[in-house]
């Protein structure tokens, strides 16, 4: 089992960036696929960004490509989502996620992961 800690988010005006940080509590971090996900209010827990458990694969929602970057580091057992050009419509809870079904392959279906953390508030203002 792993517990996942995100932290990073905050209030920040449109145009601007974030860095979303997810903390995992094992040293096995390497052993999962990792992947973001946002739920604003009223709608459901949206696809963000998903890695495989190299960083040697990547997958973007569309309505996030070109402007963010999801990575990890193995050593410090941590994934990452940089966010820049953030518009209003990016405000939501953003969540990380982490799998050990099919670790080279990405994932961008909530039912696919098994450990979730508690989210982190990004609100973009106009």
């Known amino acids: 089992q792993v517990q996942l800690v995100e932290s990073g988010g905050g209030l920040v005006q449109a145009g601007g960036s974030l860095r979303l940080s997810c903390a995992a509590s094992?040293?096995?971090?390497?052993?999962?696929?990792m992947g973001w996900f946002r739920q604003a209010p009223g709608k459901e827990r949206e696809f963000v960004a998903t890695?495989?458990?190299?960083?040697?694969?990547?997958h973007y929602a569309d309505s996030v490509k070109g402007r963010f970057t999801v990575s990890r580091d193995n050593a410090e057992n941590t994934v990452y989502l940089q966010m820049n050009s953030l518009k209003p419509e990016d405000t939501a809870v953003y969540y990380c996620?982490?799998?050990?079904?099919?670790?080279?392959?990405?994932?961008?279906?909530?039912?696919?992961?098994?450990?979730w953390g508690q989210g982190t508030q990004v609100t973009v203002s106009s």
């Open positions: 094992r040293r096995t971090f390497s052993q999962y696929a």
């Open positions: 996620a982490a799998t050990a079904y099919d670790i080279g392959y990405l994932h961008t279906e909530t039912s696919e992961y098994a450990y």
């Open positions: 890695i495989n458990w190299s960083g040697s694969k990547l």
